[in-house]
């Protein structure tokens, strides 16, 4: 099943529809790959406030 992003939708009990934890964290993974040119092992090897860093990075520069 591939997701599909939806802006404002909700789930049957109301609660607003979210981007699964496992995604985020494998978009995460992926940009640091492409950014930095590594493999997945070599990132996941790093030290999880490394990652915190990179990823607030990134979101700064995304403009959000």
């Known amino acids: 099943m591939r997701w599909k992003a939806t802006k404002g939708g909700t789930n049957q009990?109301?609660?607003?529809?979210?981007?699964p934890i496992d995604l985020t964290v494998a978009e995460l993974i992926d940009g640091i790959c492409q950014r930095y040119g590594q493999l997945p092992s070599a990132v996941l090897k790093e030290d999880v406030m490394m990652?915190?860093?990179i990823q607030t990075m990134a979101l700064v520069?995304?403009?959000e």
């Open 51 to 53: 990652l915190k860093i």
């Open 61 to 63: 520069e995304d403009g």
């Open 13 to 19: 009990d109301g609660s607003p529809v979210t981007k």
